[in-house]
């Protein structure tokens, strides 16, 4: 295993020598309500091999039929992916035998896919780059094993295996590039900036939820390097379910050294799948996958070709939604966002977070601020997504309604936020039980000022000689007395008023 | 053997339940004492059946009863007994295929086919014998032992379907459903003398057909009168949204072009004689059956020619790659992880082993044949040469057909070039075997629908001659009007049914 001793070559010193062709291939698993090619729910989470029936367990005599709206959703994801969409395809067997595969092939396409020469325009740093699709085709997804006893939780070392047919023939879109060529160093943000923008356009669609991290969106990363300026493409590797976005780019960047290193010193590229491992963001060697490798497809005989009728197609055309690229530069052009602003909105997975928040009622700029403030540190914290984090965008704009109308200040915000997260009820009532109000009420207030004036007379008597400025260190002791339960700006005027 | 109420035929007894004449029960239980005391086992009597359900059967007859009674049949064949092959699963019903790999399994669903049996309040009497995975033409590869013919014990019944022909020849059961992927309706339908009919692909639903090929397979009625297969026909056939490649068009007029032929007037009808399937190597008692045959269909009024269809002498290669290709896949299923047979090598085996272990021994050596095969034919590097050419050959084949049908109604052939042969004679050359169907295989090819009817008896050996007739698709009432009138005119010449001259069975030790 020549991996095992191998020396990664620096990312930066790669790019001296060899160039990076990638190609990904993206599994999207659909949110029909049934299965590819049965009625069974899909639904997330239930009770292991709760939702099977004779098709989807492969039971001997059992037939497909070809599930409609997973056929439209493919037919949606191919348009706004600009491909072709196949005037007749049929669906093929992928043969060979695992333990979770009902009936030892996958209905899959061979082909003749459904969808075919697209493309996705992805930006890198200003700088856009053409992500030519090869093909999208429907397929079903497998059992999921889950192996018991073994230290890596691979099937290597297990002493046995639990498999749940729950998963078995979930709809399934895999969307394939052809070579991505010519992105040199920034082959690792151009392959996470690809994914981010499949994701945000099949989100967009409304198709899947495109969840990576409970699979519902899967990617594999397929590496190879040529020397500088050669024609001819080296030995792929191909890393197998990189399920973040993060880790897309990590392991782009990791196979470009792995491979740079093997190559550099000498040695050949083995072809073979590699396991992405999250902690190191390394890869390590899967099964050995030569070109000899035989699926002996042919044509799923139990099932008819599709043929979705031209109306059909440009009727769906219709349904498409706006690209995210032209959405984004509309939103920003509303909202005022920076450049940065905006990219850093989309980057976080906000957008459609704080759209919602200033539909809501915010102001654009809190909205961001909030969002990619309080509320991503709390999503970093645990770890959760922007949409997990206990808040809704309605709320977010409750609690901003709030600032606005000094009733509570920022500070005060971030209680307001916990008061949420724990579930105490809407802003205003979290605000009434932990008595956050902003205490705008002269007479307390005027009170404290005299505490604060008395305690200090050297700050006051600056104050009087003119140096206002130094009114904050009094507005400090107020803030203080008052937990910072007061106006900063109420307070200000009435030490200005008091000793100018 | 007249005043029983087993050599009737489903349509009398269907007349006679609704006459009050008799009830279901009684001809339920007729039947069970039939098999009771022909059926036997592996070693003695006809073994047509695996498993006999004498409770189900007759707790479904008493339904039928108390529906007719009440004045509610359900069909019009309400509590007429039926057998069916052990291809289709039924639900709670061991379904084993004749293959030890679903020993014991017991599906959780009925077939499409069985549930409309069931909702039109047939009972089932039990699941017939056949060549494991329906592979063969002799019911000599069942893992359960083979099927003997009524005629002649020391007989093969035909394949894959011998269970349920046989069971139909010795009157264990007036009705039984087959599967024809090659001629395993028809072919045993020939040598036992008795009426099957593989109707159009996807005119009756696959849906619960355990698949041996699933671009051929097709399921149909076996009986021993063409009218019988008709009602049959008619009852099983139709659109199942469970099955894609189920035509939408109902299945009708079936009886009413039975009752039609059997008034005997063919006039105008134009039939073909395939050039390409008679010949040299064909049984010289088996062309002069069919020659009459013929004859008797020139005298009824039909204008007969002769056609050639130039592709069907490459129909039995392809065949044998299309099958097989698709046979590899589907039999891969059967890997001890979900249901049937489990397999445990010794040691710390890991599932691969127990897969590997399994499939030995729990697969026969035809089915071994055909998974290597099938599995060679779709390598990378071969599927042009072989799945690629055979299904070139298909569309050729198809299109004989469609020329043939420009000229003329019907096409005719014998429908085995032999009558049935020894057990175990040809058992150890796949190959003689293979021919058996170079007649039937033709309309599987092309999903066309056929029928074999009785032709007579060969003068050598006296056995059973089937005469096949092919339409084109979803033309199958033809195939009804031209056997109900040959029928009709054989049984005047012979003065009854054909099985009427079968030698009687002997019962078997109890």
């Known amino acids: 295993m020549t991996s095992a001793v191998t020396t990664l070559v620096p990312f930066e010193k790669v790019l001296e020598t060899f160039d990076p062709t990638m190609g990904l291939e993206v599994h999207v698993e659909l949110n029909t309500a049934t299965k590819m090619f049965c009625g069974c729910p899909t639904e997330f989470g239930a009770e292991p091999n709760t939702q099977v029936c004779p098709t989807c367990l492969g039971l001997p005599g059992a037939m497909p039929v070809v599930n409609g709206a997973a056929v439209e959703s493919a037919i949606r994801i191919g348009l706004a992916l600009n491909c072709e969409i196949a005037e007749w395809c049929r669906f093929a067997r992928k043969n060979y035998f695992y333990p979770d595969m009902p009936k030892n092939f996958q209905t899959s396409q061979y082909d003749e896919p459904i969808c075919f020469e697209g493309y996705l325009d992805v930006e890198v740093d200003g700088e856009t780059y053409r992500v030519e699709i090869e093909r999208a085709h429907m397929e079903e997804d497998t059992g999921k094993a889950t192996h018991i006893g073994g230290a890596t939780g691979r099937i290597h070392g297990a002493s046995h295996s639990l498999i749940d047919y729950n998963r078995a023939g979930i709809p399934l879109i895999e969307i394939v590039t052809k070579p991505i060529r010519g992105t040199g160093a920034k082959a690792p943000e151009v392959a996470k900036a690809y994914v981010a923008a499949l994701r945000e356009l099949v989100k967009g669609l409304g198709v899947s939820d495109v969840r990576m991290d409970q699979g519902s969106m899967r990617c594999d990363v397929n590496l190879s390097l040529a020397p500088k300026g050669s024609e001819v493409l080296g030995t792929r590797t191909e890393t197998k379910n990189v399920n973040s976005l993060r880790s897309v780019e990590r392991a782009v960047r990791y196979e470009m050294s792995r491979h740079a290193g093997i190559l550099s010193a000498g040695g050949s590229i083995l072809q073979e799948t590699r396991h992405f491992h999250e902690g190191d963001g390394s890869t390590s060697a899967g099964r050995e996958k030569s070109d000899a490798e035989d699926y002996r497809y042919f044509p799923e005989p139990d099932l008819v070709p599709v043929a979705p009728a031209r109306e059909w197609v440009e009727e769906l055309r219709g349904t498409l939604p706006e690209p995210p690229a032209v959405r984004r530069a509309r939103l920003q052009e509303a909202w005022g966002f920076s450049d940065m602003e905006m990219r850093d909105t989309v980057g976080a997975g906000a957008l459609e977070l704080v759209e919602e928040t200033i539909a809501a009622g915010a102001a654009p700029q809190a909205a961001r601020k909030w969002w990619l403030g309080e509320l991503a540190r709390r999503a970093n914290d645990h770890g959760l997504e922007l949409t997990e984090v206990g808040v809704t965008p309605v709320q977010v704009a409750e609690v901003q309604g709030l600032v606005d109308a000094k009733t509570i200040n920022d500070k005060l915000a971030r209680q307001v936020f916990e008061g949420l997260y724990a579930g105490e009820g809407t802003p205003a009532e979290i605000v009434e039980k932990r008595g956050l109000a902003v205490v705008s009420d002269d007479g307390a207030l005027s009170a404290a000022v005299d505490n604060a004036i008395a305690g200090n007379p050297d700050v006051a008597q600056k104050i009087r000689d003119g140096k206002v400025a130094a009114a904050g260190a009094l507005i400090g002791a107020v803030m203080k007395e008052m937990r910072g339960q007061a106006d900063a700006g109420r307070v200000r005027e009435l030490i200005l008023a008091k000793l100018t | ?510």
């Open chain 2, 1 to 510: 053997m007249s005043t029983s109420p087993i050599t009737r035929t489903a349509a009398e007894l269907a007349d006679d339940l609704a006459a009050g004449a008799t009830t279901s029960v009684e001809l339920t239980r007729a039947h069970l004492d039939r098999i009771a005391s022909v059926d036997g086992d592996a070693t003695e009597g006809v073994h047509a059946f695996l498993h006999v359900d004498a409770e189900g059967a007759l707790a479904s007859a008493a339904e039928s009863d108390a529906r007719r009674a009440a004045g509610a049949p359900l069909h019009r064949l309400d509590g007429v007994p039926i057998a069916i092959k052990d291809v289709l699963t039924t639900r709670g019903l061991p379904t084993t295929c004749a293959s030890k790999i679903l020993e014991g399994w017991r599906p959780p669903y009925d077939a499409t086919v069985v549930g409309k049996i069931r909702a039109a309040g047939l009972p089932i009497l039990g699941k017939t014998n056949m060549d494991e995975f329906a592979m063969g033409s002799s019911t000599e590869h069942s893992a359960y032992g083979p099927t003997r013919n009524p005629w002649a014990l020391d007989r093969i019944p035909g394949g894959s379907g011998g269970g349920s022909a046989a069971a139909v020849a010795a009157y264990e059961a007036p009705l039984a459903i087959g599967t024809d992927t090659g001629g395993s309706i028809r072919q045993p339908g020939a040598v036992t003398g008795t009426v099957g009919v593989k109707p159009t692909y996807g005119s009756v639903s696959r849906y619960g057909l355990v698949a041996m090929a699933n671009s051929l397979d097709q399921a149909g009625p076996v009986t021993r009168s063409v009218l019988d297969s008709a009602l049959l026909h008619e009852l099983i056939g139709g659109h199942d949204p469970l099955d894609s490649t189920s035509v939408q068009q109902p299945v009708t007029g079936l009886v009413e072009a039975a009752l039609q032929g059997a008034s005997g007037d063919l006039s105008g009808l134009r039939v073909g004689v395939i050039k390409e399937l008679a010949g040299d190597g064909w049984q010289p008692g088996v062309m002069a059956r069919f020659q009459e045959s013929v004859d008797l269909l020139t005298k009824l009024g039909a204008e007969v020619v002769e056609v050639s269809c130039p592709s069907f002498v490459h129909a039995m290669a392809a065949y044998y790659l299309v099958m097989p290709a698709e046979v590899s896949s589907n039999l891969a299923k059967f890997d001890a992880m979900r249901f049937g047979l489990r397999v445990v090598p010794d040691g710390q085996p890991s599932a691969e082993d127990v897969m590997k272990a399994t499939r030995d021994a729990g697969f026969g050596d035809e089915v071994k044949r055909r998974i290597i095969v099938g599995t060679y034919a779709l390598s990378s590097g071969y599927y042009d040469a072989y799945y690629g050419q055979a299904q070139k050959v298909r569309t050729l084949i198809s299109r004989d057909f469609a020329a043939a049908y420009d000229r003329v109604d019907v096409l005719v052939s014998p429908t085995s070039p032999t009558t049935a042969f020894k057990l175990g004679e040809k058992l150890d050359d796949p190959l003689a075997m293979y021919l058996q169907d170079l007649a039937t295989i033709p309309a599987n090819l092309a999903g066309v629908p056929g029928i074999s009817v009785p032709a007579g008896l060969a003068d050598e050996d006296g056995l059973p001659v089937g005469f096949q007739v092919l339409a084109p698709a979803l033309a199958d009432d033809r195939l009804y009007r031209v056997g109900a009138a040959l029928e009709a005119a054989h049984a005047a010449a012979w003065g009854g049914p054909l099985l009427a001259q079968a030698p009687a069975l002997q019962e078997v030790a109890r």
